[in-house]
C-alpha cells in the first residue's frame, strides 16, 4: 500500500506493532490528553488516577507508621507516638502526590514522543 503522506511511517514496516497508537480515539481526546499531560489540565484516565490513589495510599501508610515508630522509640523528644504518626503521614501524603504525579508525567511523555496519546 501506498503512503500518501511521507512524514508518516508506513504501519506494516513497524518492527513493534504492539506500540501501535490506538485508533479508537478521537482527535478532540488526543488534543486534550496532549495539553493536560504537557501543560496544564484534570487527568481523565482512570488507570492513571487508580495508580496514583494506591501510590498515596501506600506513602501515607508505611510513612506513618514509620513517624509513630520513630517517635515512639525517640522518647527523649517528648514527641507521642500519634504525632509521629501524624507529621509521617502528611510526609507520606506530600510525597506520594508529587512521586506519583512525577512518574505519570515521564511516563506520559514518552508515551506522546512514540506517538500514542490515550
Not at 488534543?31 to 481523565?44: E, K, M, R, W
Not at 507529621?87 to 506520559?108: D, E, K, N, P, W
Request: aromatic fraction near 10%; include cysteine; hydrophobic fraction near 40%.
Amino acid at each position: 500500500m501506498l503512503n500518501d503522506n511521507p512524514y508518516k511511517p508506513d504501519p506494516s514496516s513497524d518492527p513493534h506493532p504492539e506500540n501501535k497508537p490506538s485508533e479508537d480515539l478521537s482527535a478532540g481526546h488526543a488534543a486534550y490528553n496532549i495539553v493536560s499531560d504537557t501543560v496544564f489540565g484534570l487527568n481523565t484516565r482512570k488507570g492513571d488516577n487508580k495508580f496514583q490513589a494506591k501510590c498515596i495510599f501506600v506513602s501515607v501508610l508505611v510513612l506513618a507508621t514509620a513517624g509513630a515508630v520513630l517517635a515512639a522509640l525517640n522518647r527523649d523528644s517528648g514527641l507521642p507516638w500519634y504525632v509521629g504518626a501524624l507529621i509521617g503521614a502528611f510526609a507520606g501524603l506530600i510525597i506520594g502526590v508529587f512521586g506519583s504525579g512525577i512518574y505519570l508525567m515521564v511516563y506520559r511523555a514518552v508515551r506522546h514522543m512514540k506517538g500514542d496519546h490515550k
